[in-house]
């Protein structure tokens, strides 16, 4: 994995009953490959581990878990969006969340 970052953020809405916008979880992900529902499942852990309040290094934590049931199951693919797909070195300035 080259880059990951996750950022809360209000999308516009035209709904009345959301006049300040909806709120959303933007997740950048930046790697060479991913296996099949990994994705979801980095979602879903990092959504776990921050509603529970965890260090920050906790994640790095379960990466080098070897076992499966550290993380949490797979996100729904409701709402995840991907943006972009390249086959050039990684460039930070094409990541979606701006500083």
Same mark, same amino acid.
């Given at each position: 994995?080259?880059?990951?970052?996750?950022?809360?953020?209000?999308?516009?809405?035209?709904?009345?009953?959301?006049?300040?916008?909806?709120?959303?979880?933007?997740?950048?992900?930046?790697?060479?490959?991913?296996?099949?529902?990994?994705?979801?499942?980095?979602? +879903? !852990?990092?959504? =776990?581990?921050? @509603?529970?309040?965890?260090?920050? &290094?906790? $994640?790095?934590?379960?990466?080098? +878990? !070897?076992?499966? =049931?550290?993380? @949490?199951?797979?996100?729904?693919? &409701?709402? $995840?969006?991907?943006?972009?797909?390249?086959?050039?070195?990684?460039?930070?300035?094409?990541?979606?969340?701006? &500083?």
């Amino acid at each position: 994995m080259f880059h990951c970052r996750a950022e809360e953020t209000t999308l516009p809405s035209t709904d009345k009953e959301s006049e300040g916008g909806i709120k959303v979880m933007c997740v950048e992900l930046v790697a060479n490959r991913f296996l099949r529902k990994m994705v979801r499942v980095l979602v +879903a !852990t990092a959504i =776990r581990e921050a @509603a529970a309040g965890v260090e920050q &290094d906790a $994640l790095i934590t379960l990466m080098d +878990a !070897t076992c499966r =049931r550290a993380t @949490a199951p797979p996100a729904p693919p &409701d709402g $995840l969006c991907l943006v972009d797909v390249g086959y050039d070195e990684f460039k930070r300035e094409k990541c979606f969340i701006l &500083d």
